[in-house]
């Protein structure tokens, strides 16, 4: 990945909820997507494109409904192709980042520490339900 979409990208990260900034910094995400890249035997300018549609779908600025058409376009496979590279890259990037991001939630919203105060706050806030999430 070049730098100039690296630091793009790295400004859009740091706009996203803490949880978020932390699943996707600390996931390997670059190198499994060259990695899924390598193995569909994309070029080096095709697995750029990869992991900027990447990127762009983890930080949200695409809808994922269209990621595999983008996939398609942008980077220049077939149809099948797109599906079979998006549906390793939810296997290995997507969903270990959304389940962490799950347990980080849902260990900041530990309702074991809750006390009176935080449940006031809880309720003068409109409720903040993301603790309820489950696995």
Do not use: C, H
């Not at 979409?5 to 499994?32: D, F, G, M, R, Y």
């Not at 809808?63 to 390793?88: A, C, M, R």
């Amino acid at each position: 990945m070049t730098e100039s979409i690296k630091q793009k990208l790295n400004e859009e990260i740091v706009k996203l909820p803490k949880e978020n900034q932390e699943a996707i910094n600390n996931s390997n995400w670059v190198k499994t997507t060259e990695s899924i890249g390598k193995d569909f035997l994309l070029l080096d300018d095709e697995i750029n494109k990869l992991q900027l549609e990447t990127g762009i779908a983890l930080i949200g600025l695409v809808d994922l409904n269209l990621f595999t058409l983008n996939i398609e376009y942008n980077v220049g496979v077939s149809k099948n192709e797109s599906i079979k590279i998006v549906d390793e890259l939810l296997e290995k990037v997507f969903t270990p980042i959304a389940n962490m991001i799950t347990s980080l939630t849902r260990d900041k919203y530990n309702p074991k520490n809750a006390t009176w105060d935080k449940t006031i706050n809880f309720i003068l806030s409109g409720g903040d339900y993301s603790y309820f999430v489950k696995k």
